[in-house]
């Protein structure tokens, strides 16, 4: 069974930094893409960024560009998702989700239960 | 990017009817080379993650009721519940992973009449 558990949520200044990650079991993590995708308070869901099998190839959505980094070691079946100077737009749950094949460029077919990121002073 | 919109917004139907929500892309996301239109339908129930539901337009994933179903190409697709039921009740969303960024649609919130 596919599992992915998000961790490292919490309540950061804007401005400040935060560091998800998403441990995944049950499958071979090495050939899968893996994405972020988020959902503020009450609205829909956004897409964030997306990795490939290899790490080769990443993207990200306009509103985390530059801001926010993308990463996985394939050695500790862990992806993660660097976030720095957050702003209190920034504020969602983060969801890790599995890309069906190795691609960016595949649906996602399991997901995590998400972490909460709440941007505030 | 490409823009996806749905309609309607919200709909209620009685149990055991039809349930129709439409989804269109700004741009074809059907990839001429594999002939796959790429384009997802999920359903999220209050408190939970999003599921899976249809994939490359109109494949079903596996262990989804197959009162659950999805048509459409190019820029214009539908995912329909052929008999509603209660566990049915969610939003649901469309997104396309044609190019990057990957875009959802709004979501269209059902519930039984």
């Known amino acids: 069974e596919v599992q992915l558990l998000e961790s490292g949520g919490g309540l950061v200044q804007p401005g400040g930094s935060l560091r998800l990650s998403c441990a995944a079991s049950g499958f071979t993590f090495s050939t899968n893409g893996l994405s972020w995708v988020r959902q503020a308070p009450g609205k829909g869901l956004e897409w964030v960024s997306v990795i490939n099998y290899n790490a080769g190839s990443t993207y990200y959505a306009d509103s985390v560009k530059g801001r926010f980094t993308i990463s996985r070691d394939n050695s500790k079946n862990t992806l993660y998702l660097q976030m720095n100077s957050l702003r209190a737009e920034d504020t969602a749950v983060y969801y890790c989700a599995k890309n069906s094949g190795g691609s960016c460029y595949s649906h996602f077919d399991n997901w995590g239960q998400g972490t909460l990121v709440t941007v505030s002073s | 990017d490409i823009v996806m919109t749905q309609s309607p917004e919200s709909l209620a139907v009685s149990l055991g009817e039809r349930a129709t929500i439409n989804c269109k892309s700004s741009q074809s996301v059907l990839y001429s080379s594999n002939n796959k239109n790429y384009l997802a339908w999920y359903q999220q129930k209050p408190g939970q993650p999003p599921k899976l539901l249809i994939y490359w337009a109109s494949t079903r994933e596996s262990g989804v009721p197959d009162r659950f179903s999805g048509s459409g190409s190019g820029t214009d697709f539908t995912l329909t519940i052929s008999s509603l039921q209660a566990e049915d009740v969610a939003v649901y969303y469309c997104?396309?992973?044609?190019?990057?960024?990957?875009?959802f649609g709004p979501g269209t919130k059902v519930d039984i009449k």
């Open positions: 997104q396309q992973y044609y190019s990057t960024p990957f875009t």
